[in-house]
């Protein structure tokens, strides 16, 4: 009976020992990048009040465990380096060594089911599929897990670009990240945070929409959904539960904090289409979310309007409505931008094959407002002002940059409406930076429109190609 009594003490201890043995997150993995020019921060948990050293590249850092056994060691900002090199992790005598680490710029590719498209069901990417080997680039891919709790963990691997692994990755995030390494010569490091048919709500922290009084309401529901989310059985909710309210930030994102990363590629927005306004005050509680779990309150991030669709029968004014709430938050935002995709859709299928002019836009954006590569004609123009002379109207815009016709053809998707609010067509053309519009049903113009219509399709860029965001204005 002591005996017995002798050998439970004994796997008492040692289970209590093994639960402070020497952990980091599982996507510490060999061939991760870590974010130059930042201070880079590694973390995990060992036996509290132990010591624990980490060192990379000639620098070291020695911090000691909490009483929880939690341990957060910073390590001074590094340039980048495409050389492979160890990163030892060490506590009472064990060390966990990390291999084939890279120094570079890391970026969260992040959004719903046309973020998490692979590139290998992408058109006209076998070239790009072949020589992935070739890029320094590595690849996190976030599994699709939920959780009603903010978890420490979440499993990935990061794996080396080749064309076996970068074919199943995401084909925007990969497109972008390639161009990236190829225009600057620094290792890109993409971990794909996406799951299709998600909504920004699942995607946020739960008090990120207390934040901000415009959100009330939508804080309240979310606050009553997370509430039946906790007191409901995995089989008594909803089977997507990519849907739920905090359930992919939980999940998917919290455990991935405090990483050092460079910015942030959002494709979201199919799923809260109809919503108009409020999902771009939806996009400042993401943003804070983000911001804060990164640890970077300037956090870059890039917003890909959803291109055009048809939506079933649905009013054709909510998407560029939609729009115009990407525009708005990405305008109020001095750390955010957009990109206009008028002429990246395809009106019968939600999920474009084609991806490669959106990624290319998206990655010049990219280069000229984190990398100072490019100009402002990487910028979409926006509407300024409109003046009415006699029968037409004179629209400036911002960053113009050499307005045109992308076929050369008569400026379209243009409406004009008098007092009677009754919208016809018009036509317009370019002249010195400015759209000259008018319609002989019109004779004194009180609104105007300008690609506001779901699968509309404009045809006035900027000298790079890039469209013009529609709008919709008084006179």
Not at 415 to 437: R, S, W
């Amino acid at each position: 009976m002591k005996q017995c009594s002798l050998w439970q003490i004994l796997l008492v201890l040692v289970l209590g020992l093994s639960s402070f043995a020497l952990e980091l997150p599982s996507f510490f993995t060999d061939q991760m990048v870590l974010q130059r020019d930042s201070e880079v921060r590694i973390w995990g948990k060992a036996a509290p009040g132990s010591q624990v050293a980490v060192s990379f590249a000639g620098q070291s850092s020695q911090v000691t465990a909490d009483a929880d056994g939690k341990w957060l060691a910073q390590l001074p900002p590094m340039t980048a380096s495409a050389q492979g090199r160890e990163l030892q992790v060490t506590s009472d005598g064990t060390t966990k060594t990390f291999s084939d680490v890279l120094v570079g710029d890391i970026w969260l590719c992040a959004g719903q089911s046309n973020m998490q498209w692979m590139l290998r069901n992408t058109n006209d990417v076998a070239d790009i599929i072949a020589a992935s080997g070739k890029d320094t680039i590595r690849l996190l891919s976030i599994p699709l897990v939920w959780s009603r709790d903010p978890r420490e963990d979440v499993k990935g691997r990061w794996v080396a670009a080749n064309p076996e692994t970068s074919a199943r990755f995401s084909s925007v995030g990969y497109l972008v990240g390639q161009q990236l390494a190829s225009e600057t010569s620094v290792p890109m490091g993409l971990i794909m945070i996406a799951w299709g048919g998600c909504r920004v709500e699942s995607m946020s922290r739960l008090d990120s929409f207390d934040r901000f009084p415009s959100l009330k309401q939508v804080g309240e529901a979310v606050r009553n959904g997370v509430a039946d989310m906790k007191a409901k059985k995995d089989e008594e909710l909803r089977k997507d539960k990519q849907r739920l309210p905090t359930a992919l930030y939980n999940a998917m994102v919290h455990p991935l904090g405090p990483m050092a990363v460079k910015g942030m590629l959002w494709y979201q927005g199919e799923d809260n289409h109809y919503e108009g306004a409020i999902y771009g005050e939806k996009l400042k509680a993401l943003a804070l979310s983000w911001r804060e779990c990164f640890q970077n309150p300037t956090l870059p991030i890039y917003i890909v309007q959803i291109p055009p669709w048809q939506y079933g029968n649905e009013d054709p004014t909510k998407i560029p409505n939609f729009w115009l709430a990407q525009q708005t938050f990405a305008e109020s935002d001095p750390n955010a931008y957009f990109i206009v995709t008028t002429d990246c859709g395809q009106a019968d299928d939600i999920h474009p094959r084609t991806k490669i002019p959106l990624a290319r836009r998206l990655a010049k954006q990219v280069l000229f407002k984190s990398y100072g590569i490019g100009d402002d004609s990487a910028m979409p123009p926006t509407f300024k002002s409109a003046e009415v002379k006699d029968d037409k109207v004179i629209v400036s815009f911002n960053l113009p940059n050499g307005l045109k016709s992308r076929d050369g053809n008569p400026i379209t998707f243009l409406t004009l409406a008098g007092a009677d609010g009754i919208y016809h067509e018009a036509t317009g053309f370019v002249q010195n930076d400015q759209l000259i519009v008018s319609s002989p049903n019109v004779k004194t113009p009180a609104m105007i429109r300008f690609g506001w219509h779901k699968l509309a399709m404009p045809n006035l860029v900027n000298r790079a190609g890039h469209p013009v965001a529609p709008f919709e204005q008084k006179l």
